[in-house]
């Protein structure tokens, strides 16, 4: 069974909304949690990692305030795609090893339709 | 950039023969590790490879790695419709726990 959850699967809104997306580790703790975007029929691209209890650290080109991240609990991290428009559109995945550099579950992702 | 290169883009084989995809890489690697995708959900992890190791098997999968070519194969022998997906290699480099992806291989397997 899944091992990573992840909510909503999808999401259709209005320009200017705000959308919650959650990434919950079912049967461990993940004190470190990435968020990936991806485009149609391309690769992942890593957006940030979720850190429990402290900051997220964003990868280059990603907007911190557009793309807010919680990590307040050692099963929850949460991404807040703020003010959305019909550009932050795309499928959104986070991912969280159970330890080091083991192997990631994924979540099955969000697809975000902005109007 | 940072992706290493999948090739082919593309691949559609009939049920029952064998699938190869290839996977470049630029930089030194802890491990490499494949996963796949169907539409619309999330990756599943198939097989991961250390630096240190040549080769492994699961079930029908044959992943190679060749650190000296920065290279890496995912193979699958006697492909079945259900194998019809994108396949991702991910390096994960020393001291880090992000993994970089590959730009990915849509197989379809032709029943």
């Known amino acids: 069974g899944a091992v990573v959850s992840q909510h909503p699967s999808w999401v259709i809104c209005k320009s200017g909304t705000s959308v919650k997306i959650e990434c919950r580790s079912l049967?461990?703790?993940?004190?470190?949690m990435f968020w990936y975007r991806q485009f149609p029929k391309q690769s992942l691209m890593l957006m940030a990692t979720s850190n429990e209890g402290s900051k997220a650290t964003y990868e280059q080109g990603v907007e911190k305030d557009k793309f807010l991240i919680n990590h307040a609990s050692l099963t929850l991290s949460t991404l807040t795609v703020t003010s959305a428009h019909p550009e932050d559109s795309s499928f959104y995945i986070c991912?969280?090893?159970?330890?080091?550099?083991?192997?990631?579950?994924f979540g099955d992702g969000t697809r975000l339709s902005i109007l | 950039s940072q992706q290493g290169e999948e090739d082919p883009q593309a691949l559609s084989i009939q049920e029952g023969e064998n699938a190869t995809m290839n996977c470049s890489y630029k930089?030194?690697?802890?491990?490499l590790q494949w996963y796949r995708q169907n539409s619309g959900r999330g990756l599943v992890h198939l097989i991961l490879?250390?630096?240190?190791?040549r080769e492994k098997h699961s079930g029908r999968l044959r992943v190679t790695l060749d650190t000296s070519k920065k290279s890496s194969s995912l193979l699958i022998t006697a492909s079945r419709a259900a194998d019809t997906a994108s396949y991702f290699c991910a390096r994960l480099l020393f001291g880090n726990e992000k993994l970089t992806f590959g730009t990915g291989t849509r197989l379809t397997i032709i029943p």
């Open positions: 490879i250390r630096s240190n190791e």
């Open positions: 991912s969280a090893p159970r330890q080091g550099n083991q192997p990631q579950h």
């Open positions: 049967d461990f703790q993940a004190t470190t």
């Open positions: 930089t030194s690697i802890n491990n």
